[in-house]
C-alpha cells in the first residue's frame, strides 16, 4: 500500500469543521534556489518538477486544491461554481461553501490570509501584498463571503508567514498610499534606515482591516513567522527572485 507523501506545514489555532494550513520548503523534488516544495508555476522551475510537487500536495490533502492566477488585484473567486481545476483563473481570493472545494494561496512574502465563520459554513482564502491591501481584497472578500452565506457570524481569520516589519523597507508611495486616506494606517509605519523609506507592518495593518470590516466581530490570529528571516523554512522573493512559492490552503471539512 502506497501512503501519500508526508509534508511539513504550519497552521493556526483548530477550528472544528475547517482545515488549514501553509506549506514549507520541505517535502518536494525542486532544486537550487527552489528547493524542495515549490508550488509555484510562474517562478522559472522545471514545470515538470512544480507538476510532482503539486501532485504530493494533492495526495497528501485527498483533493485538488483551486488555483489561481494571482495579480495582486481584487478580483475575488466564486470557488461554489463548477470549475475545472486546470482553468487560468485571474483572481486574488477565492471563496466557497462547499466541502468539496480546496482554495489555494501563493505566496513568497505576500500576506496569505484565510478567512471563516464561526460554524465553518464558508471560508475564504485571499492574497494579499501591499497593492491588493490597499486596494480592498479583504474587503471584496469579506462581500462575497457574506453573499454566500448571509446567516454567518462572529468571523475568524488566520494570517500566515509573510514578510515581517524588520524587513520590509518600502518608499515613500507605499506609505502615502496607506495614510493619506487613513491616518489609522501611520502607527503600522516606522522610519527605515535612510530618508524616505519606511518599514511596513503589512500583518498588522491587515488585521486592522479585518476588525474594522467585522465591527470588531472577528478573531484574528498571526503566524508571527517571517518568510524573509527563515531562510530554511520559507520562500521568500524579497530575499531572492530566484525562489519558490508556498500554498495557503483552507477546506471546509463538513465535520
Not at 100 to 108: P, V
Not at 187 to 209: E, M, N, S
Not at 213 to 219: N, S, T, V
Request: glycine fraction near 8%; charge should be neutral; include cysteine.
Amino acid at each position: 500500500m502506497e501512503f501519500p507523501p508526508l509534508i511539513p506545514t504550519v497552521s493556526g489555532p483548530a477550528q472544528s469543521g475547517l482545515l488549514y494550513f501553509c506549506t514549507t520548503r520541505a517535502g518536494g523534488v525542486s532544486r537550487d534556489e527552489r528547493a524542495s516544495l515549490n508550488l509555484g508555476l510562474n517562478t522559472g522551475d522545471d514545470p515538470q518538477l512544480v507538476q510532482e510537487n503539486r501532485r504530493r500536495l494533492n495526495a497528501f490533502m485527498g483533493i485538488e486544491p483551486v488555483w489561481l492566477q494571482q495579480v495582486h488585484g481584487t478580483d475575488v473567486l466564486d470557488a461554489d461554481q463548477d470549475v475545472l481545476p486546470e482553468a487560468p483563473r485571474t483572481f486574488d481570493a477565492a471563496v466557497t461553501t462547499r466541502a468539496d472545494r480546496a482554495l489555494a494561496i501563493l505566496t513568497a512574502d505576500c500576506l496569505p490570509v484565510v478567512i471563516w465563520d464561526e460554524q465553518a459554513r464558508v471560508a475564504g482564502a485571499a492574497h494579499a501584498g501591499w497593492r491588493g491591501l490597499q486596494a480592498g481584497v479583504l474587503a471584496r472578500t469579506l462581500d462575497m463571503m457574506r453573499r454566500r452565506c448571509p446567516q454567518a457570524r462572529s468571523w475568524r481569520a488566520w494570517i500566515g508567514p509573510a514578510i515581517s516589519q524588520p524587513c520590509f523597507e518600502v518608499g515613500q508611495e507605499v506609505f502615502e498610499a496607506f495614510v493619506q486616506d487613513n491616518e489609522a494606517n501611520r502607527p503600522f509605519f516606522i522610519q527605515g534606515r535612510v530618508p524616505g523609506k519606511w518599514q511596513a507592518d503589512l500583518p498588522g495593518i491587515a488585521r486592522r482591516q479585518l476588525e474594522f470590516l467585522c465591527k470588531g466581530d472577528i478573531q484574528v490570529h498571526l503566524s508571527g513567522l517571517c518568510t524573509f528571516q527563515e531562510h530554511d523554512r520559507f520562500y521568500s522573493y524579497r530575499r531572492s527572485p530566484r525562489t519558490g512559492r508556498q500554498a495557503t490552503i483552507v477546506r471546509l471539512t463538513g465535520a
